[in-house]
């Protein structure tokens, strides 16, 4: 097995992270390795957001935590809650991808996100990819957040992946081959 692959395989998501800052290096290796990223037609539709302030993630996690109780449906609330509150898992870094919305955004965008998550890995560390960001980009401060993350004018949320040194981890998911149909 390649290095590549054991790194694909034993990738997981990452829910306790080490308060351990990511070096300017790993920071480095994570934004060229993101950049490397295919797109359609070369296009790059997206700006990357490498948010190491801790005052940012926490304003967006308590926002979060709040539009959450709020909510009709406590499900995500209830789920977040039973973590802490967190939706970061103190990870040191977020990478927040935003894109422009032409047609092929979201799929450049996430295969944007796997190279960082598999370069994480490769480096030992941990990531983990954060849908819920979308609360607080969608919430009423949802400009403000966009504004302190500087996204470009225009660009709305993609995905995001807190990474950082693992504190406590888990193994892989298991394989569900049921999930796969061969036509021939």
Not at 103 to 119: K, L, V
Not at 155 to 174: D, S
Not at 179 to 184: A, L, T, W
Request: proline fraction near 4%.
């Amino acid at each position: 097995m390649t290095e590549a692959i054991k790194n694909i395989m034993e990738r997981n998501s990452c829910r306790d992270f080490k308060d351990t800052p990511l070096t300017q290096e790993q920071l480095k290796v994570l934004i060229e390795t993101a950049l490397a990223a295919p797109s359609a037609k070369n296009f790059q539709p997206w700006h990357i957001s490498v948010v190491t302030d801790k005052a940012l993630m926490e304003d967006m996690e308590k926002e979060t935590v709040a539009v959450l109780a709020a909510g009709d449906d406590k499900t995500f609330y209830e789920r977040i809650m039973s973590r802490g509150g967190k939706i970061f898992y103190d990870a040191p870094c977020l990478i927040v991808i935003s894109s422009n919305n032409s047609e092929w955004a979201h799929i450049d965008s996430g295969i944007m996100g796997q190279n960082i998550a598999i370069a994480a890995q490769s480096m030992g560390l941990g990531s983990c990819y954060i849908g819920m960001m979308k609360v607080p980009l969608n919430c009423p401060r949802g400009e403000e957040f966009k504004k302190r993350l500087q996204f470009p004018e225009g660009y709305t949320f993609a995905i995001a992946i807190a990474v950082g040194t693992v504190n406590t981890g888990k193994e892989p998911h298991e394989l569900d081959f049921t999930k796969v149909s061969y036509v021939k």
